[in-house]
């Protein structure tokens, strides 16, 4: 009975949507907290999110349900905790890592990272499992053990944990059940509900475009943007967009362990050049935004010399140790290994290029190293290392990447995947950096 009356509730609040109106506040409130409750059936708000998904959603509209999401459940308790405190997100990509170097570089400037991050889906690796890779590694923590970890190291690693915008837990599993996941106001809502949960000063968005990305087109990128960039300053968060390529893997590195390796790489100094120009360049922004750094300029540097003098890489192993690794396996870059590796040569003499970023991803998830359903288990130890990047000049028979297999699985297709997508006839390459917007 009690449900039935809330369902008929809830069909006033489809209506307005599917005539094309905005949700009151009331509205909002009524389904994110009923829905939230398991008062709203899936099947009504599955209805009202294919409504939002055609009808969209008006600016204030989405700042008042981004709200909802929000006071749906915990924030972060950092009362006590001397800040600043920021944070970067990325909308996903091939071999997007950067998050791992970008805070203990950050912590180890003085500012301090609580990063909540997800896993990974599809064609892309999440931050969560390649952080797993380390043995030991755990990021299921509770809100005090991330506040504890916060609190000692300057920076932590963890998951949506129950308490934390538990709205946006139940919308995205709907979503993600309904093929509604691709609606604009809807991911800017999810991510910057879990992002203002954790009390940020500033935060940097990366929305990625390319063949790569979740959003392929950059205009569809720019619209997220301004979608997330209208949230942040309804909520006063100072928040920067940059639009960046997803055209090529980021580093050279695609797989889990393989991308950790790569990390200690970047945070020794070292690494590929275009993840060490991000990690420097969100950084400087961060730093600035929060007065730590006189310009973006002046922050980038200092990232810089945090990664070149070891304190990043030391913030890294103490998160590390906190969240139950060992800080050898990191000091002394000790990760799981596949035990077969296979060379994958170029087809054809040229300049490379990569026709679908996206194959690169989907040849990682055919070797073990992916998820096709949230339920599927991970080889850490597989991937791909790249020996050579988009732009360099090839000849046939070379060398291209090593592909790091367990006894053959998969390998066939992932070697398919590789070999659609690349080319050699690659001529202008898209900027790494495309855009940045500022709320
Ligand atoms: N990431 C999120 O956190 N939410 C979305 O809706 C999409 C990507």
């Known amino acids: 009975m009690k449900e039935r009356r809330l369902a008929m509730d809830a069909r006033d609040v489809l209506r307005t949507k599917r005539d094309g109106g905005e949700l009151s506040p009331e509205e909002i409130d009524a389904f994110i907290t009923g829905y939230s409750r398991g008062e709203i059936p899936d099947y ?23 709200r909802a999401m929000l006071n749906s459940g915990a924030r972060l308790d950092l009362e006590g905790i001397e800040g600043p405190f920021v944070d970067k997100h990325s909308t996903g990509g091939v071999g997007d890592k950067v998050s791992l170097p970008l805070a203990p570089a950050l912590a180890a400037c003085g500012v301090r990272v609580p990063m909540v991050s997800g896993r990974g889906l599809g064609h892309t690796g999440g931050t969560l499992d390649k952080l797993e890779s380390i043995e030991g590694f755990t990021t299921e923590l509770a809100l005090d053990d991330l506040r504890r970890v916060l609190e000692s190291a300057g920076a932590v690693f963890g998951a949506q944990t129950a308490d934390l915008v538990p709205a946006d837990k139940k919308l995205y599993a709907l979503r993600d059940a309904t093929g509604l996941v691709e609606s604009l106001p809807l991911i800017a809502s999810s991510i910057l509900s879990k992002k203002l949960a954790e009390g940020l000063d500033a935060l940097v968005l990366d929305v990625k475009f390319g063949s790569g990305a979740f959003l392929g087109d950059a205009e569809r990128g720019t619209e997220l943007a301004r979608a997330m960039l209208s949230i942040a300053r ?14 090529a893997p980021l580093g050279r590195a695609v797989g889990h362990a393989l991308e950790i390796e790569e990390t200690i790489a970047c945070l020794n100094g070292g690494g590929p050049r275009d993840l060490r120009e991000l990690v420097t360049t969100f950084g400087g ?36 140790e906190l969240q139950g690794g060992d800080r050898r396996s990191v000091l002394e870059v000790d990760l799981p290994r596949a035990p077969h590796e296979h060379a994958f040569e170029a087809a054809g003499s040229g300049v490379l290029g990569f026709a679908d970023c996206r194959a690169i991803g989907l040849a990682v998830c055919a070797l073990g190293g992916g998820r096709r359903v949230p339920e599927d288990r991970i080889d850490p130890a597989v991937g791909i290392v790249w020996e050579r990047t988009a732009g360099d000049p090839v000849r046939a028979g070379d060398l291209l990447a090593r592909v790091h297999h367990r006894d053959g699985r998969g390998l066939d297709e992932a070697l398919a995947h590789l070999a659609s997508g690349v080319h050699f006839d690659a001529s202008d390459r898209s900027p790494l950096v495309l855009k940045r917007l500022e709320a």
């Open 44 to 66: 009504v708000a599955s209805a009202l999110l294919m409504g939002i998904f055609q009808v969209g959603m008006a600016e204030g509209e989405l700042a008042y349900w981004t």
């Open 285 to 320: 922004e961060l730093l600035a935004a929060v007065r730590r750094a006189p310009d973006r300029g002046a922050g980038a540097a200092a990232i810089a010399a945090s990664l070149d003098d070891g304190s990043a890489l030391t913030r890294f192993a103490t998160i590390v």
């Open 234 to 247: 309804s909520f006063e968060l100072p928040t920067t967009v940059y639009q960046t390529s997803m055209e």
